[in-house]
């Protein structure tokens, strides 16, 4: 009962920050920065990935499929991020409404999410199978291959849905022309706080974690 009453307050008294002044998809930048922030989006990242997808075969190995899973997942970031945000900002405020914001928002986390977990499970299968196993490095197939990526792919789809059905939120950035995950609703809720933390640690702190004890253990062999 004590917990309802201080969520129920908590929600109460909190006032969302794309609300506090005035239109939550107007820029808070200027209109010049928010032109160069259009063309350096529109000129940086595309080229690499770009020539990463197109220079891969079909006959790929297994650590290889990793490697264009991250093209793909970098791809899919400029591919639903980039558009949105480039002409929003040369429009100097949000254009796609609370919709467009949530699309956008969980485009972001999905394929960022995945890009971030795709690296751990590169790291862990460069730490496990070429470094401290190599006698089950040659056992590895395709198929074990395609059930790390379904697994990559299944997870950051898990962790990007859960602010569309209720546990968190997509809401505007403070600066306006795109959209993130709300992390103010830890100032609001038990709940917020709850996904707030899940996500910080599922999506970030554990990952990081497992790629610095690859690589290290790497480095020290």
């Not at 004590?2 to 808070?28: I, R």
């Not at 409404?97 to 862990?124: H, P």
């Not at 196993?133 to 697994?151: I, P």
Request: aromatic share 20%.
């Amino acid at each position: 009962m004590a917990v309802m009453e201080n969520e129920t307050w908590s929600q109460t008294a909190y006032v969302p920050h794309y609300l506090l002044h005035g239109d939550p998809f107007a820029s808070k930048l200027s209109k010049e920065a928010d032109i160069i922030a259009a063309f350096y989006i529109c000129i940086i990242g595309n080229g690499y990935v770009i020539y990463m997808t197109i220079k891969r075969k079909t006959k790929l190995k297994p650590p290889e499929l990793m490697t264009v899973n991250l093209a793909i997942f970098d791809f899919g970031i400029s591919v639903t991020g980039k558009p949105f945000f480039v002409v929003s900002s040369f429009s100097h405020r949000w254009l796609f409404g609370w919709e467009g914001c949530r699309f956008y928002g969980w485009a972001g986390f999905f394929f960022g999410c995945g890009s971030l977990i795709t690296m751990t499970v590169v790291s862990l299968d460069r730490y496990f199978f070429k470094i401290c196993h190599l006698r089950y490095g040659t056992w590895l197939k395709r198929s074990h291959a395609f059930l790390c990526l379904a697994f990559v792919w299944a997870y950051a789809a898990f962790w990007a849905t859960m602010p569309l059905v209720g546990w968190g939120n997509y809401a505007p950035e403070p600066f306006g022309t795109s959209c993130t995950l709300d992390w103010w609703l830890a100032q609001a809720s038990v709940s917020g706080q709850t996904f707030v933390v899940a996500i910080l640690f599922f999506c970030l702190i554990l990952p990081t974690v497992l790629m610095i004890f690859s690589y290290v253990h790497d480095y020290l062999q």
